[in-house]
T-cell receptor
Framework: AQKVTQAQTEISVVEKEDVTLDCVYE???????LFWYKQPPSGELVFLIR??????QNEISGRYSWNFQKSTSSFNFTITASQVVDSAVYFC??????????????FGKGITLSVRP | GAGVSQTPSNKVTEKGKYVELRCDPI?????LYWYRQSLGQGPEFLIY????????DSGLPNDRFFAVRPEGSVSTLKIQRTERGDSAVYLC?????????????FGQGTRLTVV
């Protein structure tokens, strides 16, 4: 069975600090996708980033960057120069095959990030 | 609409009652998912629709839970004989195709409270 572990439960930083959110996953699939979603207090899950299992190239997108390492089954997410508006719950998720090419998401328990002014 | 719409946003019901939760996906999205999120947890998969058919309902906890999508667009999650343990936020998501590389767009959820 697939599993996503987010060992950190709560992180508190001061505005402008960099913060890294950890994610470790387990899967037997050789083809899979990893995601990060943000859930602000309004409750809606907002898609942030997606990475497929064949591409370990790390990238930066604005203040977001991610570090995908298959050797350690980790998919960590970094916010640079954090802002108060980044305060939310962040979920790491793994796509799990249903049938054919279809899939569903397996989520971690989430990390509550608080950014103080 | 522009995004996934769920109604009602909040529902309080008495133990033993029947409830229906509605989801309006993004227009043109063939895949629709229901997830359940308990307090302090990540969303957990309930059921997946591809078009009108329930392609995978392996996440439904028991036979009190049922979902339909008769015309391949709007979906209704139905819970019979509600129990206090059913209290949670029920999230609906849709995606263009349902394949691994397509992102799912989530609604704001329906917070169900069973008293």
């Amino acid at each position: 069975a697939q599993k996503v572990t987010q060992a950190q439960t709560e992180i508190s930083v001061v505005e402008k600090e960099d913060v890294t959110l950890d994610c470790v996953y387990e899967t037997r699939d050789t083809t899979y996708y990893l995601f990060w979603y943000k859930q602000p207090p309004s409750g809606e899950l907002v898609f942030l980033i997606r990475r497929n299992s064949f591409d370990e190239q790390n990238e930066i997108s604005g203040r977001y960057s991610w570090n995908f390492q298959k050797s350690t089954s980790s998919f960590n997410f970094t916010i640079t120069a954090s802002q108060v508006v980044d305060s939310a719950v962040y979920f790491c998720a793994l796509s799990e095959r249903l049938y054919g090419a279809n899939s569903k998401l397996t989520f971690g328990k989430g990390i509550t990030l608080s950014v103080r002014p | 609409g522009a995004g996934v719409s769920q109604t009602p946003s909040n529902k309080v019901t008495e133990k033993g009652k029947y409830v229906e939760l509605r989801c309006d996906p993004i227009s043109g999205h063939t895949a629709l998912y229901w997830y359940r999120q308990s307090l302090g947890q990540g969303p957990e998969f309930l059921i997946y629709f591809q078009g009108t058919g329930a392609a995978d309902d392996s996440g439904l906890p028991n036979d009190r839970f049922f979902a339909v999508r008769p015309e391949g667009s709007v979906s209704t999650l139905k819970i019979q004989r509600t129990e206090r343990g059913d209290s949670a936020v029920y999230l609906c998501a849709s995606s263009l195709t349902g394949t691994m590389n397509t992102e799912a767009f989530f609604g704001q959820g329906t917070r169900l409270t069973v008293v």
